[in-house]
């Protein structure tokens, strides 16, 4: 089973302030198969990016997946309000599938 | 705009067996995977399996011996069943969408929270 670890654990910023969120896996992750979800409180998880670096519909530009093998990253250029929230990181390349245990994006 | 909305009892007595079912709307159920995953504080996000619209499925091996996944078309529905559950099952059960080309999940129920206590 592959092991996402997603750093920090918490990241606090200032409206504006760049966010840049590590997810490093236990092995390399095959055919490029990582996703990154948000989630808000009460609400199910949404994705954003898949196949590292491929926004979903309707996802804004400010959000941005890079990296290969076994590091991974989810830039948030200019976080928004609404951006504050948990992301996680997913894996679907080798089952089972797996995810990271999340990073919570606070504000300053 | 595919929907789906997780039904359950909310409540589970340790031993018993959980009963979920997802219903889909928005869209037709063929040529897709629909999926489980579960959310709790101590274990965070873990899927528990697929099934293919034709009833083909696929566990994650740490809960294959309690896990069974049931589709019906005619309704759009999918079901999950938890066998001999405990205080450890309590979670936030979601049902997805697997997408078509890759496996990530793109559609997602708002979830069911389930309980299990005596």
């Known amino acids: 089973e592959i092991v996402l670890t997603q750093s920090p654990g918490t990241l606090s910023l200032s409206p504006g302030e760049r966010a840049t969120l590590s997810c490093r896996a236990s092995q390399s992750v095959s055919r490029s198969y990582l996703a990154w979800y948000q989630q808000k409180p009460g609400q199910a998880p949404r994705l954003l990016i898949y196949?590292?670096?491929s926004r979903a519909t309707g996802i804004p530009d400010r959000f941005s997946g890079s990296g290969s093998g076994t590091d991974f990253t989810l830039t948030i250029s200019r976080p928004e309000p609404e951006d504050f929230a948990v992301y996680y990181c997913q894996q679907y390349g080798s089952s089972p599938w797996t995810f990271g245990q999340g990073t919570k994006v606070e504000i300053k | 705009q595919v929907q789906l909305q997780e039904s359950g009892p909310g409540l589970v007595k340790p031993s018993e067996t959980l009963s979920l079912t997802c219903t889909v709307s928005?869209?037709?159920?063929?040529?897709?995977?629909w999926s489980w995953i579960r959310q709790s504080p101590g274990k965070g996000l873990e899927w528990i399996g697929y099934?293919?619209?034709?009833?083909?499925?696929y566990y994650n091996p740490s809960l294959k011996s309690r896990v069974t996944i049931s589709v019906d078309t005619s309704k759009n529905q999918f079901s999950l069943k938890l066998s001999s559950v405990t205080a450890a099952d309590t979670a936030v059960y979601y049902c997805?969408?697997?997408?078509?080309?890759?496996?990530?999940?793109?559609?997602w129920g708002q979830g069911s929270l389930l309980t299990v206590s005596s």
């Open positions: 099934i293919y619209y034709s009833g083909n499925t």
């Open positions: 928005g869209g037709s159920m063929s040529r897709y995977y």
């Open positions: 997805a969408r697997v997408n078509y080309y890759e496996s990530y999940f793109e559609y």
């Open positions: 196949g590292i670096s």
